[in-house]
């Protein structure tokens, strides 16, 4: 059984990936993790939320999602709305969600 944050199939595993440094999504290939789709697409649902929250939401451990949300951060796909860790998704977030995910999934 593949694991929640198995590797995208049009990437190589191993993180060698040009559109992947040091876990960090490249902005110019927003190839999602299952992780990074269930984070984004909770925040467009909420509006904003603390880490947290985010985490326990979603069922998913608050380091990872500390984790994810940083590297989002970093590609533009999410921002902070204070100075404590409560974020948003961006456009491009959402543009970045509705273009990795199917169709079918909407």
């Known amino acids: 059984m593949a694991t929640p944050d198995a590797q995208p199939i049009d990437r190589p595993a191993g993180g ?4 992947e440094r040091d876990g960090r999504i490249d902005p110019d290939r927003p190839s999602l993790t299952r992780s990074d789709e269930r984070l984004l697409s909770y925040l467009a649902d909420v509006g904003a939320d603390y880490q947290a929250f985010v985490a326990g939401n979603t069922g998913l451990y608050d380091d990872h999602v500390e ?3 940083t590297a989002l951060e970093d590609a533009g796909l999410v921002e902070r ?3 404590e860790a409560v974020y948003r998704i961006t456009d491009a977030g959402r543009d ?3 273009d990795d ?3 079918w999934s909407d």
Do not use: K, T, W
Not at 16 to 19: I, L, N, P, R, Y
């Open 81 to 83: 709305v204070s100075g």
């Open 96 to 98: 970045a969600l509705h």
């Open 67 to 69: 984790s994810r949300l």
């Open 16 to 19: 060698s990936d040009a559109g």
């Open 101 to 103: 995910c199917p169709c």
